[in-house]
C-alpha cells in the first residue's frame, strides 16, 4: 500500500484544514487507517483513526470534537477534517495503514501501523 498526505498548509487558530490520505496499491479492506502527527521535539502522537471495515472511528483526547475523519471508499481515501484549529495543533501529519485491522488498544500505536505516507505540515499561527 503506498499512501500520500496532503492538504497542509498555514492557518489562523480557529481556522478549519481538511487532509487527504490516498491509499494505492491494493483496495482497502481489512486495514485501519490512522492520522499521526509530530511536533518538532516530540514524540509521534495518535490522532484519531478509521477502521476500513465497519468504519469505527477513534480519536485522541485532544482532538475529539474538533477533528473528523471521513472516507470515500471508491477512491481508498481517508479525510482528516480539522476545525478550531490551536497553535499547539502545529506538526507534521501522518497517515498510515495497518496490514490488518487493529483492534481498540493498538489503534494508537503507531508501531502497528505498515504503511506510511510521507507527512503533511500543518502550521496553525496565533
Known amino acids: 500500500v503506498q499512501l500520500q498526505a496532503s492538504g497542509g498548509g498555514l492557518v489562523q487558530a480557529g481556522g478549519s484544514l481538511k487532509l487527504s490520505c490516498a491509499a494505492s496499491?491494493?483496495?482497502?479492506?481489512?486495514?485501519?487507517v490512522g492520522w499521526f502527527r509530530q511536533a518538532p521535539g516530540k514524540e509521534r502522537e495518535f490522532v484519531g483513526g478509521?477502521?476500513?471495515?465497519?468504519?469505527?472511528?477513534f480519536y485522541a483526547s485532544a482532538v475529539k470534537g474538533r477533528f473528523t475523519i471521513s472516507r470515500n471508499n471508491a477512491e481508498s481515501t481517508v479525510y482528516l477534517q480539522m476545525n478550531s484549529l490551536k497553535p499547539e495543533d502545529t506538526a507534521v501529519y501522518y497517515c498510515g495503514a495497518s496490514g490488518l485491522s487493529l483492534i481498540m488498544s493498538e489503534i494508537g500505536n503507531f508501531a502497528r501501523y505498515n504503511y506510511w505516507g510521507q507527512g503533511t505540515l500543518v502550521t496553525v499561527s496565533s
Open positions: 496499491g491494493r483496495t482497502l479492506s481489512r486495514e485501519t
Open positions: 478509521i477502521r476500513w471495515s465497519g468504519g469505527n472511528k
